[in-house]
């Protein structure tokens, strides 16, 4: 079955670092979103992309955060100045309309500790 | 903004007993997802409803879409040990390409 690959599984970094965390979708969806989720709570939405540009976004995903596919297969999220409040576990998903699965396909995750 | 909130919270049951987590949307949903998320894992897609009253079944899985659409349910029917995760709910308000809101989550715990 396809799969969404993130990587690094686990990030760990210094308070205002910049990092990039990189999700290699699944070669037929266009449609493409990133959730984080802090440990022990909810998946929470963070911003959607389609057709090389941001869709949609949460409150979460302000001037620190952006989305690119640079090389027209990888999706990043890079957040430019890391806060302790961003440690979190980051998800890619895809979602494809023409398949049979109508749902979100996530990727492992990559887990971010701000230090 | 559009909250999804999800009864109990926590559910521990013996092994072999059922289990019903229930999910409400402040706001009436195009669509209903469930996902599963093991320990230490992400989130696995269940299924989807999209009609009001909807039900569907998966082996011993049984979902609900609400006939307003702003309500659903998971039942699971005699309980193993392999059932043990959180299960999500998540509400799309229109499209199927558009951000879903997951809701707040059940973590069900199986002893055996």
């Known amino acids: 079955e396809p799969e969404v690959t993130q990587t690094p599984s686990h990030q760990v970094t210094q308070m205002g670092q910049e990092v990039i965390l990189r999700c290699v979708p699944i070669?037929?969806?266009?449609?493409f979103y990133w959730y984080r989720q802090i440990l022990g709570q909810k998946v929470e939405f963070l911003v959607s992309?389609?057709?090389?540009?941001?869709?949609?976004k949460s409150e979460i995903f302000d001037d620190q955060f952006s989305v690119e596919r640079p090389d027209g297969s990888n999706f990043t999220l890079k957040i430019r100045s890391t806060k302790l409040e961003d440690s979190a576990m980051y998800f890619c998903?895809?979602?494809?309309?023409?398949?049979?699965?109508?749902?979100?396909?996530f990727g492992s995750g990559t887990r971010l500790t701000v230090v | 903004g559009q909250q999804v909130m999800q009864i109990p919270q926590y559910q521990h049951v013996q092994e072999g007993e059922d289990f019903t987590t229930y999910c409400n949307s402040s706001?009436?949903?195009?669509?209903i997802q469930w996902y599963k998320q093991r320990p230490g894992g992400h989130p696995v897609f269940l299924i989807q409803?999209?009609?009001?009253?909807e039900v569907k079944k998966q082996k011993r899985l049984t979902f609900q879409f609400g006939e307003a659409k702003k309500n659903s349910s998971l039942h699971i029917t005699a309980t193993q040990t392999t059932d043990v995760g959180t299960y999500f709910c998540?509400?799309?308000?229109?499209?199927?390409?558009?951000?879903?809101?997951f809701g707040t989550g059940t973590k069900l715990q199986v002893i055996p």
């Open positions: 998903a895809t979602y494809s309309p023409t398949g049979t699965n109508y749902g979100y396909t």
């Open positions: 070669s037929n969806h266009l449609y």
């Open positions: 992309f389609y057709n090389n540009e941001i869709s949609e």
């Open positions: 706001t009436t949903l195009s669509n």
């Open positions: 409803l999209v009609k009001s009253g």
């Open positions: 998540a509400g799309g308000p229109s499209g199927g390409y558009q951000k879903v809101t």
